[in-house]
T-cell receptor, first 112, second 112 residues
Framework: GENVEQHPSTLSVQEGDSAVIKCTYS??????FPWYKQELGKGPQLIID?????GEKKDQRIAVTLNKTAKHFSLHITETQPEDSAVYFC???????????FGTGTRLKVLA | DTGVSQNPRHKITKRGQNVTFRCDPI?????LYWYRQTLGQGPEFLTY????????KSRLLSDRFSAERPKGSFSTLEIQRTEQGDSAMYLC??????????FGSGTQLSVL
């Protein structure tokens, strides 16, 4: 069945360093890939997304890259700050299915 | 835009009792989704509404679960005869065009 694998499950970085989270999806029909940030006691919040007709997208300190051939996509956070500490989820979906398949999450800790 | 609102935030119930959760989506959004999230996992899709029509249900949604969206506005999710395995965070999300899901803060259900 459809599956999204996410790595690593936990990640600790020093403030100012970069963080990279990677996901792999199984359904080659997937064409939309959002990333969500979830803080304690809150719902997931969309931070960036990418469609399959684009290889890279950037928004200030965050960027997402997509390799359709390998079915990989990654989240890059540069100049990390303590407020970036949260759980990050990747997801994949296919137009018309209305269903997102989420990864298992990465707990990012930015050390001051 | 007040965001997606979910009530209650927390619910503690005894096994065998019925519970009902409410979701108020972002006002102009015609699509509404229910997801379930257990500790350390990503959200899992339960069901999807476009306006008042329930268009897709996951196999996870047993016959003890029922969701409604009368008049295409707010939605309710009812769980009958709750079991301990139903303990989870129940997340509601809404969208306008099928992508960019906006999540509420969820209802944390604990079944004793």
């Amino acid at each position: 069945g459809e599956n999204v694998e996410q790595h690593p499950s936990t990640l600790s970085v020093q403030e100012g360093d970069s963080a990279v989270i990677k996901c792999t999806y199984s359904d080659s029909a997937s064409n939309y890939f959002p990333w969500y940030k979830q803080e304690l006691g809150k719902g997931p919040q969309l931070i960036i997304d990418i469609r399959s007709n684009v290889g890279e997208k950037k928004d200030q300190r965050i960027a997402v890259t997509l390799n359709k051939t390998a079915k990989h996509f990654s989240l890059h956070i540069t100049e990390t700050q303590p407020e970036d500490s949260a759980v990050y989820f990747c997801a994949a979906s296919t137009s018309g299915t209305y269903k997102y398949i989420f990864g298992t999450g990465t707990r990012l800790k930015v050390l001051a | 835009d007040t965001g997606v609102s979910q009530n209650p935030r927390h619910k503690i119930t005894k096994r065998g009792q019925n519970v009902t959760f409410r979701c108020d989506p972002i006002s102009e959004h015609n699509r509404l989704y229910w997801y379930r999230q257990t500790l350390g996992q990503g959200p899992e899709f339960l069901t999807y509404f476009q306006n008042e029509a329930q268009l897709e249900k996951s196999r996870l949604l047993s016959d003890r679960f029922s969701a409604e969206r009368p008049k295409g506005s707010f939605s309710t999710l009812e769980i009958q005869r709750t079991e301990q395995g139903d303990s989870a965070m129940y997340l509601c999300a809404s969208s306008l065009h099928g992508e960019k899901l906006f999540f509420g803060s969820g209802t944390q259900l604990s079944v004793l």
